[in-house]
């Protein structure tokens, strides 16, 4: 089991710029949810994807948008790049969240470094 | 909204138990998450409480009180790969995880 999966490890930017991030989760998990860490913070809760549609967002401004293809698989996109995005992305995925306790699993993340 | 707070940094010896405390406000709260993520690494999940009480699982344990909103994980026989940070993390109906900032632990010998 490869468990999740996250494309690019490593990413630099400019400002402006549009970036992709992409996703594959553990085999067996249907959701898929985007957190942002910046630097000493804990992970911020950007959006969750389930069945191909945003089902919950954080308080994140539209810059920032997804996907979800019919593999399960995702991609999360910002537009207009600014300084402050700069940070870690991380990908969790986990069976579909009913609002009881559902184990995320963690992809080792996305740096991305905006310049 | 909703919020948690926890120490931002603990030390202990190895060998010893520590007990990292969370705090949290969460509205329509369904339970509280423990994670440890290292240094450059991704948040693995350690336990969940739902209900109050103590779960165990091995060396660590993780402790609810729903009427207090407080929750710990408790650390046993600390080895030095335990040096990380910890983060709860609360469920919700409005959002499936919101985090804390992380307790950085630091095991010295």
């Known amino acids: 089991d490869a468990g999740v999966t996250q494309s690019p490890t490593h990413l630099i930017k400019t400002r402006g710029q549009q970036v992709t991030l992409r996703c594959s989760p553990k085999s067996g998990h249907d959701t898929v949810s985007w957190y942002q860490q910046a630097l000493g913070q804990g992970p911020q809760f950007i959006f969750q994807?389930?069945?191909?549609?945003?089902?919950q967002r954080g308080n994140f401004p539209d810059r920032f948008s997804g996907h979800q293809f019919p593999n399960y698989s995702s991609e999360l996109n910002v537009n207009a790049l600014l300084l402050g995005d700069s940070a870690l992305y991380l990908c969790?995925?986990?069976?579909?969240?009913?609002?009881?306790?559902?184990?995320?699993?963690f992809g080792q993340g996305t740096r991305l470094t905006v310049v | 909204g909703q919020s948690l707070e926890q120490p931002s940094e603990v030390t202990a010896v190895e060998g010893a138990i520590v007990q990292i405390n969370c705090t949290y406000q969460t509205s329509g709260f369904y339970g509280l998450s423990w994670y440890q993520q290292h240094d450059g690494g991704a948040p693995t999940f350690l336990s969940y409480?739902?209900?109050?009480g103590l779960e165990e699982t091995g060396r660590f344990s993780s402790f609810l009180s729903r009427s207090d909103s407080y929750g710990y994980l408790l650390l046993q026989e600390l080895q030095m790969k335990d040096s990380a940070s910890y983060f709860c993390a609360s469920e919700s109906g409005n959002t499936p995880l919101v985090f804390g900032k992380g307790t950085r632990l630091s095991v010295i010998a």
């Open positions: 409480n739902a209900l109050d």
């Open positions: 969790a995925s986990s069976r579909e969240w009913r609002g009881s306790s559902t184990e995320a699993f």
């Open positions: 994807y389930y069945e191909e549609e945003e089902r």
